[in-house]
């Protein structure tokens, strides 16, 4: 027989029966007595001792608060004796459990343990408190619970309660237990297109099979609405033709949530309302850097080709040379460039011998720096013997070459 004491719940002014049982050879001797170890007697009725085939059993009518204590039932042979403590209060709410400490946890879930209390005579179940705003996690009999449904990174008030059939206990120990970190990816570059009313946005992450887009937008008349879309791609986008009805929305937030835990998501983002004509600022920036590039070559091709014929008009140095001692020749002779006439006959007044000016002009020669005239052509002729029947003399041609080029240039 066990020395522990029994607790026994009774309801008030029901009968309750204490049932006590010994093992032993030779087979024992039952009685039973009060708190104060008397002997209890059957013969005022409110007491009745029956033997069962493995011991005795005590049973207490109408049952008061009176009659709740401590019984004692004795179990003698002829080796021994051993007794067994029964404590019969009437049934009431349970006592609060104890010592409520955390075994385990991770980002949503906290695994408790605790000692329960005395249910008060009646079979108890216990309740879970860890947030206000929601209702109590029901346990069971259990003295273990794994706590599931929490939120990532979100700190705990956890308490536990015992209830039965009369009523509830009083709240266990508190204990405060932040769960683990978990951060949900948020969407990028988020817009609504207004012509296709959808939505659409960038999630370069992998295992996109694990969440789903929530989109939460107010309409024209201040209606909230919720929509989910879990079939995902990197480049997602969601039609809200079928879900707008034909109304405008007015501001549209998109989330991304666990698909096994829709409550669980990302940092809102809200959406840029743009028109599909519209070009994307990464294209815009291409298209000016390209087009600024093409404009650069161009430029840069220009000036090129402005110093190429500047060059080619430049004279060759032998050919200034000799232009410098043909002024020099003018100067001594005493001839202005003012007797110069710009005529297609090439006659200026004041020359000694006008047919000089009426000859045919020299060859034109290429060479690298453009065209030319081939100055020393005439001189030739008029060594050649030219310069008798027009009336030039050699002397005169240094003259003539400077007039000609300079028409020519």
């Not at 033709?241 to 937030?253: H, K, M, N, Q, Y």
Request: aromatic share 8%; net charge negative; with cysteine.
């Amino acid at each position: 027989m066990s020395t522990d004491v029994i607790l026994v719940g009774v309801d008030p002014g029901a009968s309750s029966r204490v049932i006590c049982s010994a093992l032993g050879f030779p087979i024992p001797d039952y009685r039973w007595l009060d708190g104060d170890a008397a002997a209890i007697g059957v013969d005022n009725g409110k007491y009745t001792i029956e033997a069962s085939k493995n011991g005795s059993v005590l049973t207490i009518m109408n049952m008061t608060s009176q009659d709740g204590g401590v019984y004692i039932c004795e179990a003698t042979n002829a080796i021994g004796s051993s007794v067994m403590t029964f404590n019969l209060t009437l049934n009431s709410v349970p006592s609060q459990p104890t010592q409520l400490r955390i075994l385990s946890m991770t980002w949503e879930s906290v695994e408790l343990g605790w000692v329960p209390g005395f249910d008060g005579g009646i079979p108890q179940q216990f309740l879970i408190f860890f947030r206000l705003e929601t209702a109590p996690a029901e346990v069971g009999g259990s003295i273990r619970f794994n706590l599931t449904g929490l939120f990532p990174n979100t700190a705990y008030d956890i308490s536990v309660k015992s209830r039965n059939r009369l009523g509830i206990s009083a709240a266990s120990n508190t204990v405060t237990q932040t769960t683990d970190a978990f951060v949900v990816p948020a969407p990028e570059n988020v817009k609504y297109h207004r012509d296709s009313k959808s939505v659409t946005c960038s999630l370069q992450f992998s295992h996109l099979d694990d969440y789903c887009i929530r989109l939460l937008f107010n309409t024209s008349d201040n209606f909230q609405q919720n929509y989910s879309e879990c079939s995902l791609q990197s480049d997602a986008e969601v039609r809200l033709d079928s879900v707008l009805a034909g109304t405008e929305p007015r501001s549209i937030g998109v989330s991304l949530c666990l698909k096994r835990r829709l409550d669980v998501c990302s940092d809102t983002r809200n959406a840029e309302f743009v028109n599909s004509h519209d070009l994307p600022v990464r294209v815009i920036i291409i298209v000016c850097c390209v087009c600024g590039g093409f404009l650069l070559i161009l430029l840069i091709l220009l000036i090129a080709v402005c110093c190429c014929v500047k060059r080619k008009c430049k004279p060759y140095p032998d050919e200034q040379r000799t232009i410098n001692a043909y002024e020099s020749n003018v100067t001594q002779t005493g001839k202005d460039e003012k007797d110069v006439n710009n005529s297609p006959s090439f006659y200026a007044e004041g020359i000694d011998n006008p047919m000089l000016y009426q000859q045919e002009l020299p060859p034109i020669l290429y060479g690298k720096k453009g065209p030319y005239l081939d100055l020393y052509a005439l001189d030739r002729s008029d060594s050649q013997g030219g310069g008798s029947d027009s009336g030039v003399s050699v002397s005169e041609v240094p003259k003539t070459k400077r007039i000609i080029h300079e028409v020519i240039v």
